[in-house]
């Protein structure tokens, strides 16, 4: 295996789902501003994403409409017909 080749900055982060504000601790290299308290009374940086396990369709089973930047808004805006 190449030497260098992985981060070596490997810490504890929570990630954040935005869509459903569930959380899980792992461990990322992925860099963070935000910290957040966790359930053992200590202070991780946090790490949001859009959809994780708890929100996918594949793992959830049901068909969920996530639309958290205004996506469909945007789309319209700049597509729409000029008068």
């Known amino acids: 295996m ?3 080749l992985h981060p070596e900055s ?3 982060v929570v990630f954040k789902d935005t869509s459903n504000e569930s ?3 792992t461990r990322s290299a992925a860099p963070s501003k935000e ?3 966790w359930e053992d009374g200590n202070e991780y940086p946090v790490i949001k994403v859009e959809i ?3 929100s996918h369709p594949f ?3 049901k068909s969920m409409f996530v639309d ?4 469909i808004e945007k789309f319209r805006k ?3 017909k000029k008068a």
């Open 35 to 37: 910290k957040i308290m």
């Open 78 to 80: 700049r597509y729409e």
């Open 68 to 71: 958290t930047a205004g996506r």
């Open 2 to 4: 190449k030497k260098g």
């Open 23 to 25: 959380m899980f601790l």
């Open 10 to 12: 490997y810490r504890i």
């Open 52 to 54: 994780s396990n708890t």
């Open 59 to 61: 793992y959830t089973g």
